[in-house]
């Protein structure tokens, strides 16, 4: 279990209740209308809201749904929601940074510290851990889109940097710049993907073990269930075999 695939598989080891769910609609309309409100509400023509769009097709959220939260920007009703980041420690000295859109900053800082506090870890200053990370592109096909050579050479033509393969997905990184780009390639060779958008890729993955394990799940579990939290990424690296024992 990496630290960028954090969400999928927190939602694997729950399972998928209704009430997460409706949180993970809810945060996935939030971005929608963000993305439609700052750029233009036409997929085509705007790349985060094309992002936000797949990424909630990709939870089978209704096509309904997805109209109504960009029908919201021409509303006026993405206009207090601020992005912040935080930027904190968590149990076994993993890095972590938690992004956000709010409409209380307040608010937000004051749940992001309190969850921290509470499941061993401590919220640090801005800049504080970020330097161990990348800021890159993500693409995500599910392992169904082909064999790893396929999507390698596919990715490879498409200009991305690099990929990683697991028994789930084909996590294809590219540059900043270029993610829409080599997204839009791809789109030609393997279809619609996964998920496109902005990542953060630890440079040094710390591995977790069965002591901190635990501790650190239920820390990011938490932070994941605020409404507030949109993101979690982590430079952790939780073995397969510490997973099963604490599951």
């Known amino acids: 279990m990496a630290g960028h695939s954090k969400f999928k598989n927190i939602m694997h080891r729950k399972g998928a209740q209704d009430k997460k769910r409706s949180a993970m609609f809810s945060k996935l309309s939030r971005e929608i209308t963000v993305a439609a409100k700052m750029g233009t509400p036409d997929p085509d023509m705007n790349p985060r809201l094309r992002a936000a769009v797949l990424a909630a097709k990709a939870q089978s959220m209704p096509k309904d749904n997805i109209q109504r939260a960009i029908d919201k920007s021409s509303a006026g009703e993405g206009d207090n929601y601020e992005e912040l980041r935080y930027e904190g420690f968590g149990p076994g000295g993993v890095s972590l940074i938690v992004e956000a859109l709010t409409d209380n900053r307040n608010r937000t800082a004051t749940n ?47 200009g991305a940097e690099d990929m990683e393969s697991n028994d789930e997905t084909h996590d294809i990184w590219t540059a900043q710049e270029d993610l829409h780009e080599v997204a839009k390639a791809l789109e ?60």
């Not at 592109?137 to 490879?156: C, K, M, N, W």
């Not at 932070?223 to 939780?238: M, S």
């Open 112 to 158: 992001v510290r309190t969850i921290f506090s509470k499941n061993g870890g401590s919220l640090g200053a801005s800049g504080s851990v970020s330097h161990g990370f990348d800021r890159l592109g993500l693409i995500t096909y599910p392992s169904s889109a082909g064999s790893h050579d396929r999507v390698f050479e596919a990715a490879i033509e498409a």
């Open 188 to 247: 030609k060779s393997l279809g619609e993907a996964e998920s496109v958008k902005l990542a953060w890729r630890s440079q040094t993955p710390v591995e977790v073990g069965e002591d901190d394990a635990g501790s650190l799940l239920k820390l990011i579990d938490a932070l994941d269930d605020d409404d507030d939290v949109q993101t979690v990424w982590g430079n952790y690296d939780v073995p397969d075999e510490v997973m099963e024992k604490i599951a």
